[in-house]
């Protein structure tokens, strides 16, 4: 019962701007997306999360399409420590579950 | 200011054995999860506690599998006796006052069970 579609893996040159689709075209208006990565072998790591309006941190940029059934992470320039599986998840405001899919396993190529 | 502290990182035993996994939480944060990654299943979380008191353990696999929280500060996860099955990463993460805030995840410990 998958929240999001991700592409299962994508190359990008380091130093240029890695763009992570997310489909999650069953939102409910109480959910939030959250983005999390994990590098090999540490624990998942928080990006970023919103729920409609665009954000931005110091790690990445989200932005949401207007019917929200939709999103992408961006990473404006990919270092090769940004060499990770990448998770979107779909999750209501007031619950504690996180469930992580398979994610987008993301290779920065020098 | 130090993140979620696990120990040990990694830890081999034969099946049969009892085995402790520790975690220390984000000093302040109210929640603490428990979680096992392995290739065949994922991510899954086993329990959660708030202000030490469990929560939910509805993902604890079978009764080998016991979470306690004696404080705010540490949390342990046993497993007793263990299987090589039990072997995967187990991941501790806290998050601060509200159930839904972003969780933040430990290193993790490695166990592998002979």
């Known amino acids: 019962d998958a929240k999001t579609t991700q592409p299962p893996s994508m190359d990008c040159a380091e130093g240029r701007a890695a763009n992570l689709p997310c489909n999650h075209s069953t939102i409910s208006g109480n959910e939030y997306v959250y983005w999390y990565r994990q590098i090999h072998s540490q624990g998942p790591q928080y990006i970023i999360h919103g729920l409609k309006n665009n954000e931005t941190n110091e790690m990445a940029s989200l932005i949401i399409t207007e019917d929200r059934k939709s999103s992408t992470l961006i990473l404006p320039h990919a270092t090769l420590r940004d060499t990770a599986v990448y998770y979107c998840?779909?999750?209501?405001?007031?619950?504690?579950?996180?469930?992580f899919g398979a994610g987008t396993t993301v290779t920065v190529r020098a | 200011d130090a993140g979620v502290i696990q120990s040990p990182r990694h830890e081999v035993t034969e099946m049969g054995q009892e085995v402790t996994l520790r975690c220390k939480p984000i000093?302040?944060?109210?929640?603490l999860f428990w979680y096992r990654q392995t290739m065949m299943r994922g991510l899954e979380l086993l329990i959660y506690?708030?202000?030490?008191?469990?929560?939910?353990d509805s993902g604890m696999p079978e009764d080998r599998f016991s979470a306690k929280m004696p404080n705010a500060s540490f949390s342990t996860l046993k497993i007793q006796p263990s299987e090589p099955r039990d072997s995967a990463v187990y991941f501790c993460?806290?998050?601060?006052?509200?159930?839904?805030?972003?969780?933040?995840f430990g290193p993790g410990t490695r166990l592998t069970v002979l």
């Open positions: 993460a806290s998050s601060l006052i509200r159930v839904a805030d972003t969780q933040y």
């Open positions: 998840i779909v999750r209501p405001y007031n619950d504690y579950k996180l469930s």
């Open positions: 000093s302040g944060h109210d929640y």
């Open positions: 506690f708030n202000n030490n008191v469990p929560i939910d």
